[in-house]
C-alpha cells in the first residue's frame, strides 16, 4: 500500500502539463530517433542526452524514460520494414518479422510488436513497482563487501556474455576500466595517469565514452563499409484499423505473457540485457507453436515478433531494477542513464527512495504514462517512421557526427573533449571491426571506480585481511550465482549458434547472415569461426 | 606472425569475394590484441609511479586497484592473441547499413577523422553553426551525398537549429561565432 501512494503522488507529479508535455517529446524523439538504422538504444540515450543539460532533475529523467521507451521500442520498426539485419536487441525480430513484412504482414507485425511491447512494458512496470521499494529496503542492510562482489557479477557476466568471445569482452571491460582509473582519486588525492594533463585531472566523462564507441565509433565502422545505392524499405498498407486480424491477436497474447515472464527476470539481473531475453523468448515460441505456425516459423511466424519484442521491453524495464535500488548498471544503456543521474548529483541506489522519493516515483509514473505514449503515438505515426528510415546514409552519419560533436562539447564547453570523443571513437571503430564487443567498455567505464571505492571501503574495514569479502552469506550467494550464470551463458550461446545455423525455409536479405555458414561468403567464414570458438 | 595460421575450421579460408584481405585484417587483429596488452603493462607500469601519500590511513592505497585492472588487462589480451594464433579470429560487427562484403575503405574513415577534428579550430575561431556545417556538410560529402552544396547547406541550417535551440533557448554556451555574434538571439 505505501508504495501505491507513493506511486499516486508520482502520478500527480507526473501529469501535470509541464512534465507530460516531456514525456511526450521524449517518447516521440526517442522512437524517431531509434527509428534511424544503426541507432540502438545506447546511441539513442547517449546522443540526446545534451538535451537534459537544462531541465531541472524531474523533467530530465521523465525525459530519460521517454527516450529510452521510445529509442527501444524504435528498433523494432526498423528490423521488421528495413531489408537487412538490425541491431542485437531487435535482431530476432528481424527474422520473422522482417519476413512478415515480405509477405505483406509488416501492419500485423508492427502491430503485434508495438502492442506486445505495451504488455511488456506496463506489467514490468507494475512488477517494478512494488518490487523496487522492497529491494530497495534489503539493499540498505548490505555492506561494502556485498557491494563489490555484485559488482564483480555485472563486470564478469557483462564481459564474457556480450560479444562472441569471452577473452575479447574481457579486454573490452579492461579498456573501460583502464579508462575509469584516469583522474584524481578521491581517497588520496592522487592523480593517476592524467600525464600532468589538466582537463584530465577530472576523469574521462562516461558520455564520452559511450558517445563515442556508440556513436563516433559505429559511424566510423559504418562508413568503412558503406551499403551504397537506395535504402530498401518495405511498403507497408495505410489502414491502421485493420491492422491485427482476431486470428493474428489470438495468436498473439499468449507470446506477449511468455515474453514478459522471460524478459523481466532476466533484465533485472546482470546477463547481458535484452539481447538473451529476446532470444530465450524466439526459441521458445518456436519451440512451443503447433501445426501451422510451426510450418511458419522462419517464414514470417506472428509469435515469433510477439515474444521477443515483449521480452525486449521487458528486460528493459527490468535493467532499471538494479539501476535504480542499487546502483548498479548492467547494460551500455543503464551506465549512460546512470551517468545522467550522477551529472544531477543524484546517486542512484539503495537510499534514493528515501532521500529522492518524489523523485523516483515521478519518473516510475512517468514509466506507465510513456508505455502508453507509445502506442497511441506509434502505430499511426508508423508513415513518419518508414519516411524517417529513408534518410539518405550520407545525411543520417553526417548529422551523428555534429551531434555526437555537441554531446561532447556541451559537456565542459572545451574542445579537449572532442578530441577525447574522437579518440575513443577510433577505439570503438577498430573494436567493432576487430570482433570486440563495446558494451562492456562502457560498463568498466562506469563501474570500475564504484568498485574500487566499495573494494576500499571493505578492507578498511577488515584491516587488509581480504577473507572479509567472502564473509557474509550475500556475497557467498553472489559469487556463486555468477558462477551458475556465466556457465548457463556460455551454454546458452552454443544453443544459440547452433539455432541460428540450422537451415532457414526462405533465405532472405535479412537471413542472409544467418544463413551464411551455408553459403560461401565472408561473412558465413567468420561465422563459422565465432561458433568454433564459443565451443571452446 | 604476418600470415594468418591455418585454422582446423576453414574460418579464414580464402573463399567468397575479397581473398586479398583477409590477411590484411589478420595483422590489424594482432596489433589491436598487441596494443591492449601493451596497455595493460603500462598500466601496471604507471600504478607503481602513483605517489602514495606518507602517512596514508587506508589499508589498500590508490595503487592497488590499478594493478588488478592492468592484470586483468594483460591476461585477457594475452588469451586473445594466443586464441588468434589457433585461428579464432574476431567476427565484425553487422549492422543495417555494413555491406558484408565490402572491404575496409581506410581513406573514408581518415577523412572523416580530419573533418570532425576540425571543430577542435573551428569551434573557437568560427563558432558552432559554421562548425556543424563543415563536420555536416563534409561528413555527408566524404559518405557520397549527390548534392554537395545542398549538404553544406543543411549542415549550416543545421547549425543554426542546433545553435539556437541549445544556446539561445536551452542556455548552454555555445560560441556564435563572429559572423552572428551582432545578432541578438545568439549572442549571448
Known amino acids: ?536 | 606472425m604476418t600470415s594468418p595460421t591455418p585454422t582446423p575450421f576453414g574460418a579464414d579460408a580464402p573463399e567468397g569475394a575479397l581473398p586479398p584481405s583477409r590477411p590484411v585484417r589478420a595483422i590489424g587483429e594482432y596489433v589491436f590484441a598487441g596494443v591492449a596488452l601493451l596497455v595493460g603493462v603500462g598500466t601496471i607500469a604507471g600504478a607503481g609511479a602513483i605517489r602514495v601519500p606518507p602517512g596514508s590511513a587506508s589499508v589498500l592505497g590508490p595503487r592497488a586497484f590499478p594493478y588488478a585492472v592492468g592484470v586483468l588487462l594483460v591476461l585477457a589480451a594475452a588469451a586473445v592473441l594466443v586464441g588468434l594464433l589457433r585461428g579464432r579470429r574476431g567476427r565484425p560487427d553487422d549492422g543495417e547499413d555494413v555491406d558484408p562484403d565490402a572491404p575496409t575503405d581506410w581513406v573514408t574513415v581518415a577523412l572523416l577523422v580530419a573533418v570532425f577534428l576540425s571543430q577542435l579550430l573551428l569551434i573557437d575561431l568560427a563558432g558552432w553553426p559554421v562548425a556543424v556545417a563543415v563536420v555536416f556538410g563534409g561528413g555527408a560529402i566524404i559518405l557520397g551525398a549527390k548534392r554537395r552544396w545542398a549538404a553544406l547547406a543543411i549542415g549550416l541550417a543545421l547549425g543554426l537549429v542546433t545553435q539556437f535551440v541549445f544556446g539561445t533557448w536551452l542556455g548552454l554556451s555555445l560560441p556564435a561565432g563572429p559572423a552572428l555574434n551582432w545578432i541578438p538571439i545568439f549572442h549571448g
Open chain 1, 1 to 536: 500500500m505505501d508504495s501505491l501512494t507513493a506511486l499516486l503522488e508520482g502520478f500527480t507529479t507526473a501529469l501535470q502539463p509541464q512534465y507530460l508535455l516531456t514525456a511526450l517529446f521524449g517518447v516521440f524523439i526517442g522512437t524517431a530517433v531509434g527509428v534511424l538504422p544503426g541507432i540502438g538504444p545506447a546511441m539513442t540515450v547517449a546522443l540526446l542526452l545534451p538535451l537534459t543539460y537544462t531541465l531541472d532533475p524531474t523533467g530530465a529523467l521523465i525525459l530519460f524514460a521517454g527516450i529510452y521507451y521510445g529509442g527501444m521500442y524504435g528498433g523494432s520498426t526498423t528490423s521488421i520494414l528495413l531489408n537487412t539485419p538490425g541491431e542485437s536487441a531487435s535482431i530476432v525480430t528481424a527474422l520473422e518479422g522482417n519476413r512478415m513484412a515480405k509477405a505483406g504482414r509488416g501492419a500485423a507485425a508492427l502491430a503485434t510488436a508495438a502492442i506486445g511491447s505495451f504488455v511488456a512494458g506496463t506489467v514490468a512496470t507494475v512488477l517494478l513497482t512494488f518490487l523496487a521499494p522492497g529491494i530497495a529496503r534489503l539493499a540498505v542492510q548490505l555492506g561494502p563487501a556485498d557491494y563489490f562482489a555484485l559488482i564483480v557479477v555485472a563486470f564478469l557476466t557483462v564481459g564474457a556474455l556480450l560479444g562472441s568471445s569471452v577473452p575479447r569482452g574481457l579486454v573490452s571491460l579492461g579498456l573501460g576500466l583502464v579508462l575509469g582509473l584516469v583522474g584524481t582519486e578521491v581517497l588520496s588525492g592522487q592523480q593517476r595517469y592524467t600525464f600532468g594533463i589538466p582537463s584530465l585531472a577530472d576523469g574521462i566523462d562516461v558520455v564520452l565514452i559511450a558517445v563515442g564507441l556508440f556513436a563516433v565509433g559505429e559511424t566510423l565502422y559504418v562508413a568503412s563499409r558503406l551499403r551504397h545505392g537506395s535504402v530498401r524499405v518495405i511498403p507497408v498498407d495505410r489502414g491502421w484499423r485493420s491492422w491485427m486480424t482476431r486470428d493474428d491477436l489470438r495468436r498473439s497474447w499468449k507470446p506477449w505473457l511468455r515474453g514478459t515472464a522471460i524478459g523481466f527476470p532476466i533484465g533485472t539481473i546482470p546477463a547481458g540485457g535484452a539481447d538473451v531475453a529476446t532470444f530465450l523468448s524466439y526459441a521458445a515460441e518456436r519451440r512451443l507453436a503447433k501445426g501451422e505456425a510451426r510450418a511458419e516459423f522462419g517464414r514470417g511466424a506472428i509469435e515469433g515478433v510477439a515474444g521477443p519484442e515483449s521480452a525486449n521491453n521487458a528486460a528493459a524495464a527490468g535493467v532499471l531494477v538494479p539501476l535504480l535500488t542499487l546502483g548498479l548498471p548492467t547494460t551500455a544503456t543503464a551506465a549512460i542513464i546512470i551517468s545522467a543521474f550522477q551529472s544531477y548529483g543524484i546517486r542512484p541506489g539503495p537510499l534514493l527512495f528515501e532521500n529522492q522519493s518524489g523523485l523516483v516515483w515521478a519518473l516510475i509514473a512517468s514509466l506507465y504514462i510513456g508505455n502508453v505514449l507509445l502506442i497511441v503515438l506509434n502505430l499511426p505515426l508508423v508513415g513518419i517512421w518508414v519516411k524517417v528510415l529513408r534518410i539518405p546514409r550520407p545525411y543520417l552519419y553526417g548529422g551523428i557526427l555534429a551531434f555526437a560533436g555537441l554531446g561532447a562539447y556541451a559537456l565542459h564547453f572545451n574542445v579537449v573533449d572532442t578530441l577525447t570523443l574522437m579518440a575513443v571513437g577510433l577505439v570503438g571503430f577498430l573494436m567493432r571491426r576487430y570482433g570486440y564487443p563495446v558494451a562492456p567498455m562502457v560498463v568498466g567505464g562506469i563501474l570500475g571506480p564504484m568498485a574500487e571505492e566499495q573494494l576500499r571501503k571493505s578492507m578498511a574495514i577488515s584491516q587488509g585481511d581480504l577473507l572479509y569479502l567472502v564473509h557474509s552469506p550475500f556475497a557467498i550467494v553472489a559469487y556463486g550465482t555468477l558462477a551458475v550464470i556465466v556457465v548457463a551463458g556460455v551454454w546458452l550461446k552454443r544453443r544459440r549458434a547452433r539455432l541460428e545455423s540450422s537451415p532457414v525455409l526462405v533465405p532472405t536479405g535479412a537471413t542472409a547472415v544467418v544463413d551464411a555458414p551455408v553459403a560461401s561468403g565472408a561473412s558465413g567464414a567468420d561465422r563459422a569461426g565465432d561458433r568454433a570458438e564459443t565451443r571452446e
